[in-house]
């Protein structure tokens, strides 16, 4: 089903679609090689990727608040 929302919308109207995997693990998540294949193809297809490789925003404050650092 997931991907049915993902086929309904192609091409029609703006789609922003985050994830905390890389690409190489959506095959995983999504259960087949072939859908993911698909979904990436029509994510992908007339727009440019983003991909930010820094630390995420809650592990970043809960390092924080561990270790809060010289006072």
Same mark, same amino acid.
């Given at each position: 089903?997931?991907?049915?929302?993902?086929?309904?919308?192609?091409?029609?109207?703006?789609?922003?679609?985050?994830?905390?995997?890389?690409?190489?693990?959506?095959?995983?998540?999504?259960?087949?090689?072939? +859908?993911?294949?698909?979904?990436?193809?029509?994510?992908?297809?007339?727009?440019?990727?983003?991909?930010?490789?820094?630390?995420?925003?809650? +592990?970043?404050?809960?390092?924080?608040?561990?270790?809060?650092?010289?006072?």
């Amino acid at each position: 089903m997931r991907f049915e929302v993902f086929r309904q919308r192609y091409e029609r109207t703006s789609m922003l679609v985050t994830s905390n995997l890389p690409f190489a693990e959506w095959t995983e998540a999504l259960g087949s090689e072939r +859908l993911t294949g698909a979904l990436l193809d029509r994510l992908t297809h007339p727009v440019p990727i983003l991909e930010r490789n820094a630390d995420r925003f809650r +592990l970043k404050n809960s390092r924080k608040k561990k270790d809060p650092g010289p006072q």
